[in-house]
């Protein structure tokens, strides 16, 4: 061996803090963090890219996974493309869209939501027997007990909203009075007050969010969406696209001009797509689009183990050693459970331990030949 010559010492050590600092940005990038002793009021039951939250009393933001438990007054956010789901003990679902924001807070005598962007969606629970508070935009919105409310964003914040009434009732409050709101209505909340009406093109399945799977050997899956026309309306169309936003529409169907349910059939293979009904107001004759409601596509397919390898060998000479156990995610699990046999049958298990990531170490394995798998709960 010798000594590097000085004109490739300076390259070597640039290389080497590049190197560094690279795997400090990893490690940030897809640190998660343990809620410790606080106490867990819900669950990330699925999420889909980065999804992220933020302690009460920390500045730094940790990454969400599947099963994840989530604490009072945490602050939650997604990222573009991504979306989760959430189960709060009382039953309550929380549907997060891509770019949305809220902090949640459980501790006083109502639940309250302060919402700050995006698209969220709640179903209260039937355990729920309180009202729910939201705050957003210098207004706070009393939701009843036992509804399912979307609220969403427009432009780059939330001084224009929009509040959809699926089930139930909520009273809106602010500097232009007290405005009721009931089921299949719609708020719009901006600079020029609060106005309601009566929603015209009702989406009614797949239901926001819902998750369709198809097998692993299959390519597409077939969706059924359904839909519920008030008034007969003009130039009604039915849309499918890849972005929220439907420049990338990959159908745009002409529905027939007259009120009533109706219903239509695509094969989609595995990713995102939001879908709307879009017309013009039988009454006004303006432009009018449904609420958009996204449903993803995902293949379920099996974990793939990864290490160790089929025959690895380890050897010992007092005490057995750790064996790190790695395998595949999948994108619908919530948990896995590695099991550990000396039969390939498995009737004679040695270990089965309930995981929630994608890795293990087991030690105290004493010697002779073992058989391991891995089972993924949805």
């Known amino acids: 061996m010798r000594p590097l010559s000085k004109e490739w010492q300076y390259p070597a050590i640039l290389g080497a803090v590049a190197v560094f600092f690279l795997l400090l940005f990893y ?10 002793n606080r106490e867990a009021i819900g669950y990330i039951t699925y999420k889909n890219n980065r999804v ?10 940790s990454n969400l996974e599947n099963n994840s438990a989530l604490t009072n007054r945490d602050t939650i956010r997604s990222e573009r493309l991504a979306d989760a789901v959430i189960h709060l003990n009382d039953g309550t679902i929380i549907k997060i869209d891509e770019n949305s924001m809220f902090f949640l807070d459980l501790s006083g005598a ?21 009202d729910l508070i939201v705050q957003t935009a210098g207004r706070t919105i009393n939701v009843e007990s036992g509804s399912d409310m ?20 909520a009273s809106i409050y602010g500097e232009s009075g007290t405005h009721s709101i009931g089921a ?10 609060v106005q309601v009406r009566d929603v015209n093109l009702s989406l009614r399945g797949p239901t926001n969010q819902s998750v369709q799977t198809i097998g692993a050997s299959s390519g597409e899956r077939p969706v059924e969406f359904r839909w519920d026309v008030k008034e007969q309306t003009p130039d009604l169309r039915f849309e499918v696209s890849r972005s929220r936003d439907f ?56 974990v793939k183990l990864n290490t160790p390898n089929a025959n690895t060998e380890y050897s010992y000479v007092e005490q057995p050693p750790l064996i790190g156990f790695t395998w595949s995610r999948s994108e619908l699990a919530n948990q896995y459970v590695l099991e550990v046999s000396k039969d390939s049958s ?9 995981v929630k990531g994608n890795s293990y170490s087991v030690e105290g394995l004493e010697a002779g030949s073992y058989h391991w798998r891995v089972r993924s709960s949805s």
């Open 184 to 193: 299949d209505q719609q708020a719009r909340l901006g600079k020029n007050g």
């Open 247 to 302: 420049k990338s529409t990959i159908k745009s169907q002409s529905l027939a001009n007259r009120g009533g349910p109706g219903s239509a059939q695509m094969q989609l293979p595995a990713g995102s797509y939001y879908w709307r009904l879009r017309g013009k107001n039988p009454q006004s004759g303006e432009a009018e689009t449904s609420e958009v409601r996204k449903v993803s596509v995902v293949a379920n397919s099996p």
């Open 346 to 354: 498995f009737t004679t298990e040695v270990r089965r331990d309930p």
């Open 150 to 169: 979307k609220i969403e964003s427009g432009g780059e914040g939330a001084d224009d909203l929009s509040l959809i009434m699926q089930k139930g009732s």
């Open 27 to 36: 490690l940030d990038y897809s640190r998660t963090v343990d809620i410790g």
């Open 52 to 61: 992220q939250r933020k302690f009460e009393d920390q500045v730094v933001w």
């Open 110 to 130: 109502a639940p309250k939501l302060s919402f700050e962007t995006g698209a969220v969606q709640i179903q209260q629970g039937e355990d729920s027997d309180t």
